[in-house]
């Protein structure tokens, strides 16, 4: 180990903590991670079985991994984790059902009438939801619908069957596991802004018409000091709506290398985060997008950007992790 990561991370004998998940049950809430299954062994398998109570699929449940090739389904993965979260007394969210990425070629590759996009989409949806029926708590059953200026981004989805693909999607899923909590998921809509008063809109108008929508996931993709100063009054305004809310995706993304500065400043933001979900009885569950930086989209995605994580590579807890458990009391 280096110099300055000894600086900057906190001692390895955190075990004696009480462990977030715990903090979380006193506050009535979940505290989860998004998961990659074939790391679930080892050093990363203990925490993420010893500090979380609810896991999410990373990406094991997209239709381009279940259904690689049309008809021909891939479960090993998302059975891993299912089989995990059992053993370990968690949660799963399930993530997700209706996106336009991540999904496989023989779909987005082929050409079809809204008719058999319809019933393509209504069987992919049966058949997930209902082999994993009393074992999945809460499903991101459509994700990202929203472009940042409140439109409805123009999908395979959308183009093909309209706005209306968004109830039938919530339909579906209902009829396949009418005890699984629905959500539609989306990113920049943490704060109240034209992206979130569009989803508070369609929530509205959903539950108006009946259509089982039961949960707003905030995914919360954040940059170091950018936590909105209208999370909490907009994760009020959704739960004002009848639904459960949750922070999905939670990161901190920096400039890297990460310092002493900026590793205080990303506590601050994941504890302002957490207690902005504390402060509304609504809020049921924070997850954070993979729990070390060694299990991060960010730095393959945004080059010079990393450690967004609450535990540095080495499965060390940053001072994020202390941010967290302060803010959960
Ligand atoms: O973490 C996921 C990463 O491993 C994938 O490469 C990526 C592909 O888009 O998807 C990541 O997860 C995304 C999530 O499913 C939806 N919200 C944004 C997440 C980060 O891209």
Known sequence: MTGAALLFTAPAAHAADTPLRDLAAAKGKLIGTAVTGSKL???????????FSSLTPGNAMKWGTVEPTRGSFDWTEADQIVAFAQAHHQQVRGHTLVWYSQNPSWLTNGSWTSAQLGSLLQN????????Y???????????????????????????????????????????????ARLYINDYNAEGVNAKSDALYNLVKSLKARGVPIGGVGLQAHLILGQVPSTLRQNIQRF?????????????VRMQLPADRTKLAQQKADFASVVA?????????????????DADSWVPGTFPGYGAATPYDENYRPKPAYYGIAQALG
Request: hydrophobic fraction near 40%.
């Open 276 to 292: 902005a979900c504390t402060a509304v009885a609504r809020c049921v569950n924070v997850t954070v997008w993979g729990f070390t």
């Open 239 to 251: 739960a004002g709506l009848g639904v459960d809310v949750a922070i999905t995706e939670l990161d």
């Open 124 to 131: 992919h949806i049966s058949t997930e939801v209902g082999r």
């Open 41 to 51: 062994t080892g050093t990363y398998g203990d925490i993420a079985g010893a500090q």
């Open 133 to 179: 029926k009393g074992r999945i708590a809460a499903w991101d059953v459509v994700n990202e619908p929203f472009n940042d200026d409140g439109s409805y981004r123009s999908t395979l989805w959308y183009k093909g069957l309209g706005s209306g693909y968004i109830a039938s999607a919530l339909t579906w899923a209902h009829a396949a596991d009418p005890n």
